[in-house]
């Protein structure tokens, strides 16, 4: 990037990493440790959980199962004291906490809104034998309601990142767009800043499915040029954008082909560590807002995934 870049990211001063409930160093915890010795950022670790055979318990005897949970809490805070005391001794500034509860996104969504961190890390799934992410209820309900940054990061990534793909979108008209493009980009940035990566733009262009066709092959010139005028439309329009922030040639990626298969084939091609995308409402349906588009980036991506929420 170059001076002409219009925002001015610093560094992270607050991580909230949601603790895996096996209390293992997932993957998600390395990043996170990893983040917050590079930025200097403070990171807070909660595990949020709760004994499902105590929490039932009490229901028949009150201070026995106080007693229970009393211990069980106790177990998960020490544990995660001698992951801050570990943490302490390389650099990291960490506190921990463990959340009973049963509402998972409430509680999560409290502390985010308490903590106001930078950024949001949590664990996902990578299924070997299907090739996808899997993404938990409570993933999605996150990637809708997380008002920050929110680092979705897979079993497979690579433990730093150092190339990052900002995915944007190219409307010329939309206020709306252009504002959720500057969070992309600002979010991509930030990472990069602190992880000493590149960063780069893409915008995937899927407009042939929208031409109609005649099966008789009548038209099918008039099509072609009808793509062809629309594709030079959006290669400009992204040019732009990219002369907006100042990225450099060789970082420019303007993709063909459907954005959730064509982003996560690039990113495989080119060693990409992280995608950046908008999580942006588009219907009622919880898994429906990030688009089609965006459900097949994330169940697709071979690296992790910043959704980054367009503010209101």
């Not at 001794?89 to 906490?97: H, L, N």
């Not at 990534?157 to 767009?177: N, Y």
């Not at 990113?267 to 089609?292: F, K, P, Q, W, Y």
């Amino acid at each position: 990037m170059t001076s002409s870049l219009t925002l001015t990211p610093g560094n992270y001063q607050r991580i909230l990493l949601i603790v895996d409930p096996t209390l293992r160093r997932t993957p998600a915890f390395e990043r996170a440790a990893w983040l917050a010795r590079a930025s200097g950022a403070s990171l807070h670790m909660v595990l949020f959980d709760r004994n499902r055979v105590i929490a039932a318990a009490e229901k028949l005897d009150h201070s026995e199962s106080k007693m229970a949970r009393e211990s069980w809490i106790g177990e998960k805070i020490a544990r995660l004291k001698e992951e801050t005391m570990l943490l302490a001794r390389d650099g990291v500034s960490a506190t921990s906490e463990v959340v009973w509860t049963r509402s998972l996104l409430e509680e999560i969504l409290i502390h985010v809104q308490e903590y106001q961190p930078d950024l949001v890390i949590k664990d996902t799934t990578h299924e070997n034998l299907i090739k996808r992410v899997l993404l938990t209820p409570l993933d999605w309900h996150l990637l809708r309601d997380c008002p920050v940054p929110l680092l979705l990061v897979n079993s497979l990534a690579h433990a730093l990142p150092k190339r990052i793909v900002a995915a944007v979108d190219i409307q010329p008209t939309s206020a709306a767009v252009e504002v959720l493009n500057d969070q992309i980009i600002h979010a991509a940035l930030s990472l990069a800043l602190q992880s000493d990566a590149e960063l780069h733009l893409a915008h995937c262009f899927e407009v042939a499915a929208a031409i109609p066709m005649d099966p008789m092959g009548t038209g099918v010139e008039m099509a072609a040029e009808l793509y062809a005028t629309l594709e030079a439309i959006a290669i400009d329009n992204f040019a732009a954008i990219c002369d907006r922030y100042g990225v450099a040639a060789e970082r420019r990626h303007f993709l063909p082909g459907a954005p959730g298969l064509a982003l996560a084939e690039f990113a495989r091609g080119d060693n990409s560590d992280v995608i950046v995308i908008g999580a942006e409402h588009h219907t009622a349906m919880d898994r429906a807002m990030l688009g089609t588009s965006g459900e097949s980036i994330l169940q697709n991506a071979p690296c992790n995934v910043l959704a980054v929420k367009r503010a209101t």
